[in-house]
């Protein structure tokens, strides 16, 4: 690039006016979806609008692979708005110097909120109770009627112990007096876990024993099907499984054979296998809550999120006020080399 000139940069989701406003301040900028327009991209067309562009700016979705990226050798930087990156191959980014950026922390508790909502909606069965009450079926009242699982001194059991397994944890402990046991690759800190009143056990442990249990584990080649056939086998028939991860990490074809023959009493489920494809099975069982992946989206929250991966994109194109700084880097050792 030469003195005068800008980056162009290709905002491939929905955003918000003025975080547009701020990235067309200092780069040529193409923003096709506007605030409102949802484009569903193949590999193909974002290539195609890719071409010449030096940031990218996403969410959980679009794909960024290998073959995108070198469709699109003048791409220098990928941010994401999302926290979870499993739509961005890292290594072919770190490989070919490209930066990538999510946005960790500004939606911890907003997300850590939802995951314990959804919880709490499935054990209590409130959806399948107010799709009762709208259907006009609501005529008498029985002792049994609606009666669900508590959450309030039962145990809870987090698969995923990072920053918004723990807020989860917290939430738990604290507000509804509930033992926590939790499953991670790496224990947490002794003092942590004793804050948390968290015990680590294992994955095989951590079924057997929880009464709600609660995924947050990110996606990866090594945790596909983390909960399929045989795990869910291991759970309470009582027992309740919210998955606010990602599609795939739980084997949805599973889980749905095991709410039907009620091998688990109920599941809330905010991401799916292929989503936004929801497993057809899934969609006629009474016995779970089922949201469009919206565990973050809290309105203060999503324009954190927005802004963070706009900072983000700024800084990594050598812009701003931290330029070459970007606050929340993936594969920091690119930044490292281009200093060299
Ligand atoms: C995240 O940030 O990873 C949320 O799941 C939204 O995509």
């Known amino acids: 690039m030469t003195a ?4 162009r940069v290709l905002v491939a989701i929905p955003m918000f006016e003025s975080v547009l406003a701020r990235l067309q301040a200092v780069f040529d900028l ?13 590999p193909q067309t974002l290539a195609e609008r890719l071409q010449g562009c030096a940031g990218l700016l996403l969410a959980a979705t679009p794909r ?5 990226l070198d469709a699109c050798p ?15 191959d890292l290594d072919a980014c770190t490989a070919r110097g490209v930066l990538v950026t999510n946005a960790p922390d500004v939606l911890t508790e907003t997300t ?7 919880m709490m909606a499935t054990a209590r069965r409130i959806s399948e109770a107010e799709h009762y009450l709208r259907a006009g079926r609501w005529t008498h009242w029985s002792y049994d009627f609606f009666a669900g699982a508590d959450v309030h001194g039962t145990t809870l059991g987090v698969l995923g112990m990072g920053r918004i397994g723990q807020a989860i944890a917290r939430r738990a402990a604290l507000g509804f007096g509930m033992p ?13 876990e004793q804050q948390l009143g968290a015990r680590w056990v294992s994955k095989d442990d951590l079924l057997r024993q929880a009464d709600h249990l609660v995924i947050v584990v990110p996606y990866s080649p090594a945790s596909h099907h983390m909960v399929a056939a045989a795990e869910l086998a ?12 990602r599609g795939g990490v739980v084997d949805d074809a599973a889980l ?16 799916f296998e292929g989503e936004p494809a929801v497993h057809p099975e899934l969609l006629g069982l009474p016995n779970v809550v089922l949201t469009p992946h919206i565990a973050s989206a809290s309105g203060p929250t999503r324009r954190a999120m927005a802004d963070l991966a706009a900072t983000n994109l700024i800084a990594a194109l050598g812009l701003g006020p931290t330029p070459g700084r970007p606050l929340t880097p993936l594969n920091p050792q690119v930044l490292a080399a281009a200093g060299d």
């Open 112 to 118: 850590a909120d939802f995951g314990f909502a959804l």
């Open 4 to 7: 005068g000139q800008t980056h």
């Open 256 to 271: 749905a054979a095991a709410l039907r023959q009620r091998t688990i009493a109920a599941a809330g489920l905010d991401v």
């Open 64 to 68: 960024v692979d290998a073959a995108l």
């Open 234 to 245: 291991l759970m309470k028939p009582g027992a309740t499984l919210t998955n606010i991860a």
């Open 180 to 192: 926590v046991i939790y499953h991670n690759r790496s224990r947490l800190d002794p003092a942590v």
């Open 74 to 88: 003048e791409l220098r930087a990928v941010c994401s708005m999302a926290v979870g990156y499993n739509n961005i």
């Open 30 to 42: 193409d923003a096709p979806c506007a605030a409102d327009r949802h484009i569903d991209w193949t």
